[in-house]
């Protein structure tokens, strides 16, 4: 079951009291819009323990059309990537080994 934003915001109004719902949800709001704008002016986010997210080129390249089989030309992209840090892949990890066992 995936943690939709409105979840997110729902678990921090409720693990700090003193935040009212409408606070969470700004601040929940001005951090995600910030890590946007950076990702998309090229910069690259760190977050120690979590991981980074940085922005990833996809250069343009041939491709077919799978109803005609022409090639069509795929144009250049730029992709956001995240790359979770050890503190996060260890955690997961613990997480899964927990409910295997």
Do not use: C, W, Y
Request: charged content about 30%.
């Amino acid at each position: 079951m995936p943690l939709t934003r409105s979840d997110l915001v729902a678990r921090l109004a409720d693990r700090f009291a003193q935040l009212t719902q409408r606070d969470t949800e700004f601040a929940v709001k001005t951090m995600l819009d910030a890590m946007t704008h950076a990702l998309a002016r090229g910069h690259r986010i760190e977050i120690r323990g979590f991981g980074s997210f940085s922005v990833n080129r996809r250069p343009p390249r041939i491709g077919r059309n799978p109803r005609s089989g022409e090639q069509v030309t795929i144009p250049e992209k730029l992709a956001p990537h995240f790359k979770p840090g050890k503190a996060l892949r260890e955690a997961v990890d613990a997480q899964a080994a927990g409910r295997e066992g």
